[in-house]
């Protein structure tokens, strides 16, 4: 496995390769990676011959008083799984490389996709994240990218974004992966106290609760928000920052379900803030 | 010569001429060609093995009341021009192929380059040609791009754009082409009326004022400003929009020559908008 640091060397890296015929997926992440990221890494082996995972904790997708200094980082940790996950190259590069001075330029998605959930209460958050990948886009230059549907809004932007620059890349989206108990992996799930993660599993019961009430027939957005915020209002540490139930498409709120939508919440316990979320529609269901 | 409307077509174009080890250069356009935009063409069959010249009047860059609608258009003159100057293919899109429905993207540089000069009149203009640009790449894959150096600001922008987004890119800006009496070429001199023709070489004239001042020693903006100011108010159907001496390199106004500085200028014949500029620098004036 490639461990490359430059963005001429992995641009080299993927350009030898796709001379050589094969075809290269992109994993971008934050490292301190966990089962969920090598999911990611699993189906990027399926889509594509070879396989570049990106490590990069980018500041500019952080707002004031977020965590970008406390992230967890590992990377002797990530370097190991990757290569035991068979990843052909690791790109880990410096902030100044991806940001050199005086960086000047952003790629953004309009408010509609990026002003609602997580959006609302992130400003700028999504601005960074549609920067950076394009960035990554632009230095791997990978024919397929894959994220997760755990940041199910991010999939929307990335996948709008790709598709409006006319990006040669095809993105796939892959499953949440979750603990036994039901706890979407993430990164962040390690500031939790042991009280605050035997709570957190509150998030797929309300989930749970919703799939439930659809499955057996419910329609109506107010009562299944209602029955979703109830399950979390009866966890005292869960203290939600949304629940909203929106059109899978285009992130805006419907009031009946009537075609695919998303149902996604964001939660914090303490500090620590918890996302998750479920497709509901009427052939795939999560 | 292809003729290209699809950027599935433009992209396999580029993919196959590089696949078989020729180097690519685009040329972007909004048409109605002159010799201006043929010196582009030129530079780009020096630089690359390759030419694709884009033909697309991009509506994103134009402002409310500016002149999209009556913008001048002639493909099959500008398809003639480009065959006899032997380039390659010509990427033709529509509007709907650029910007598909719902687009909601777009790639921005900062105010400090963008609020300056043209831009401070004309917001949201550089938006608009840097998010086609980035549009123009993604789809033909160029390995260099040319652009003139007659929209000064915007080799600038898309320089840095460039960089900061680390397209695989090559910039070239190549030189302001002129007619006899100096009038810069520009599709646009097309509005002008005979009596304003007659008066547009204004703009040049005090430009050479400027270099002339520079040339004998002086070294104060303000006082190059004031002599180029009182150049062009002796043209009466001149109406001065701005004329700025800024750094080259960021285009941060400056008080002394002591670098590379652009001294820039719009100008308007009535309706019509004509901008100049030329390079004041110890070795390299135009």
Redesign the interface.
């Known amino acids: 496995m490639r461990t490359l640091r430059l ?1 001429d060397e992995v ?1 080299d890296f993927s350009r030898a390769e796709k001379r050589n015929g094969r075809s290269v997926a992109l994993v971008p992440t934050m490292g301190y990676l966990h089962d969920g990221h090598m999911s990611l890494v699993a189906a990027a082996k399926e889509a594509a011959d070879v396989v570049i995972v990106s490590i990069f904790v980018n500041p500019t997708q952080f707002g004031a008083g977020e965590d970008l200094d406390k992230y967890p980082r590992d990377v002797e940790r990530d370097l190991e799984l990757c290569r035991s996950a068979g990843v052909d190259a690791v790109f880990l590069p410096e902030t100044s490389t ?3 001075e ?9 408010e ?2 990026t002003g609602v959930l997580c959006g609302r209460f992130r400003p700028g958050h999504f601005k960074g994240v ?2 950076v990948v ?2 990554l886009f ?2 791997c ?1 990978p024919d397929v990218a894959v994220f997760g549907q755990k940041d199910a809004q991010q999939a929307v932007v990335i996948e ?2 790709c ?6 890349v095809k993105i796939i989206v892959s499953p949440i992966i979750r603990e036994k108990d039901g706890l979407a992996l993430s990164s962040r799930n390690t500031y939790l106290t042991p009280a605050q993660r035997k709570q957190a599993p509150v998030l797929k019961s309300a989930l749970d609760e919703a799939v439930m009430m659809y499955n057996q027939g419910e329609r109506d957005v107010e009562k299944i928000l209602t029955s979703v915020k109830k399950k979390l209002a009866a966890s005292p540490l869960a203290r939600p920052q949304y629940v909203e139930l929106v059109s899978a498409k ?1 992130l805006q709120p419907v009031k009946k379900v009537d075609s695919k939508a998303l149902l996604a919440l964001a939660v914090f316990f303490g500090s620590t803030r918890l996302i998750d979320n479920v497709i509901l529609a009427p052939d795939s269901l999560e």
Do not use: G, K, Q, W
């Open positions: 963005t641009r991806i940001y050199p005086n960086h000047a330029t952003s790629v953004e998605v309009d509609t996709l549609a920067t394009s960035i632009n230095v230059e709008r974004m598709r409006d620059l006319h990006f040669p285009d």
